[in-house]
């Protein structure tokens, strides 16, 4: 059975690093399915490459976390099956003590371990787009009929305007005074 070198997490204290030191990790990691608005895309269906630079600080580490991976599900426009790949660059500083939240990264456990695996699929939720689209230009669907406008010809896809519904009182009266 070949050997699972997925990171999961990584003790920070294996690094051995002293402040102003770093190190570059190739790593692989599995973000998994995301679920964005309540609709799953489907992830990477093995582990992808990424490259992780720790740098040790004076209190603390910064990270940086970068990969590419696949998406697919269906289109936010038209809901045809739509594909995407997502270049990541994500970035956490960890800073214990400092007194700031914001200095302090949720995916470090106990002030030694990084959750490599949580923050992967984080980041990777935070770099899709929020349009997800099967191509750039998509159309989406008609509001009258549901057809795709992307295969539709636009001087041959027309609908009757509907009348204004504010004038409906107006109808009415005309059609009364018409009987009569």
């Known amino acids: 059975m070949p050997e ?19 190190k570059r990790l190739d790593v692989a990691v599995d973000p998994g399915t995301v679920v964005l608005g309540g609709v799953e895309y489907a ?8 490259r992780l630079d ?10 940086r976390l970068r990969f590419a991976a696949d998406l697919a599900g269906p289109c936010i426009s038209c809901l045809e099956p739509a594909s995407r790949r997502i270049e990541v660059d994500s970035r956490e500083v960890h800073q214990p003590g400092s007194g700031d939240e914001e200095l302090e990264s949720p995916y470090v456990d ?5 959750r ?7 980041a990777l939720v935070l770099a899709t787009p929020t349009r997800f689209l099967c191509r750039d230009d998509c159309r989406g669907l008609c509001s009258v009929c549901g057809e795709s406008l992307n295969d539709a ?28």
Not at 43 to 50: D, I, M, N
Not at 166 to 171: E, F, I, N, V
């Open 116 to 122: 490599v695996a949580d923050w992967a699929r984080d």
């Open 54 to 63: 720790v740098s040790r600080t004076a209190s603390g580490y910064a990270f």
């Open 43 to 50: 992830g990477p269906s093995e582990p992808v490459e990424a």
């Open 153 to 180: 010809d636009p001087a041959e896809h027309q609908h009757e305007a509907a009348p204004d519904p504010r004038w409906a009182k107006l109808r009415e009266l005309e059609s009364e005074s018409g009987d009569g």
């Open 110 to 114: 106990d002030e030694h371990v990084l």
């Open 4 to 22: 699972d070198r997925t990171a999961r997490t990584l003790e920070l204290e294996r690094l051995a690093l002293v402040p102003g030191g770093g």
